[in-house]
């Protein structure tokens, strides 16, 4: 058992101090390990919130007829495994997990679940991972349109980043060891046109490997002109 706020202080970092300290006292959850490569969520009980990702990464692939599509999913994501049939459609596609690294996760269970609903902003927080979720995978579309898979892997290597990775003196690092095959999944492109697109990064020097065969994206992100929307503040 973990205390979930101490595993994962970002939850509760809106809650008033008195509250904070009230809900990390209170809310448990039972963690247990994923071993890597393909995995088959179990059933649980009607009521759990979902699964709280510590460590590790997984990919969820959504297959389509011969295609495909990959998400990444990492530490601090809650993900929903056992919700199979959440979307209708006359087209059936098959999802598939896959743990890349060891994962470590919690269970968001009856129990916790209602303990979170007693803190609207730690219910908002977590209404806010699962939109995070989303968000995330929306982006991933967005860098498959670029023509080149140049750009294709810089956008998403510099969004893993954003996400998990963290700034060295070498560069930027995300920590994780993702082969040129699972890149090319990702980014929507063959393995042969993944492992030429990131050998040009090589050459370019944007891209490098560390000593743990984790990527290391060297200089500042792409600057791809992109003009931000204007802020608007609702008075309530």
Do not use: C
């Not at 973990?2 to 939850?11: G, N, R």
């Not at 008195?18 to 490569?37: C, H, I, N, T």
């Not at 303990?115 to 219910?123: F, K, N, V, Y």
Request: aromatic share 6%.
């Amino acid at each position: 058992m973990v205390h979930v706020l101490q595993v994962d202080p970002d939850l509760g970092q809106n809650m008033d101090p008195q509250a904070r300290d009230q809900a990390s006292e209170l809310l448990r959850a039972r963690v247990f390990l994923v071993a890597k490569g393909p995995w088959h969520p179990p059933a649980v009980e009607h009521g759990a919130l979902g699964l709280l990702l510590l460590e590790g990464l997984m990919v969820r692939r959504l297959r389509l007829g011969h295609v495909s599509s990959v998400e990444v999913v990492g530490p601090t994501d809650i993900i929903r495994p056992w919700e199979t049939d959440l979307i209708p459609s006359v087209l059936p596609a098959l999802a598939e997990w896959r743990v890349l690294h060891e994962a470590r996760v919690a269970l968001l269970d009856v129990r916790a679940t209602t303990l979170i609903g007693r803190w609207p902003e730690l219910t908002v927080a977590v209404a806010g991972r699962l939109l995070r979720r989303s968000r995330s995978l929306a982006y991933v579309m967005a860098a498959q349109h670029f023509v080149r898979v140049e750009d294709r892997l810089l956008a998403t290597l510099w969004h893993l980043a954003s996400m998990w990775g963290k700034v060295t003196p070498a560069g930027t690092v995300v920590p994780f060891r993702l082969t040129h095959e699972m890149l090319g999944d990702i980014v929507g492109a063959k393995r042969p046109t993944t492992t030429t697109a990131v050998r040009a990064l090589e050459r370019k020097g944007r891209l490098a490997r560390d000593r743990h065969r984790g990527w290391i994206l060297l200089g500042d992100p792409p600057d791809w002109g992109v003009e931000q929307p204007p802020v608007v503040t609702l008075e309530v």
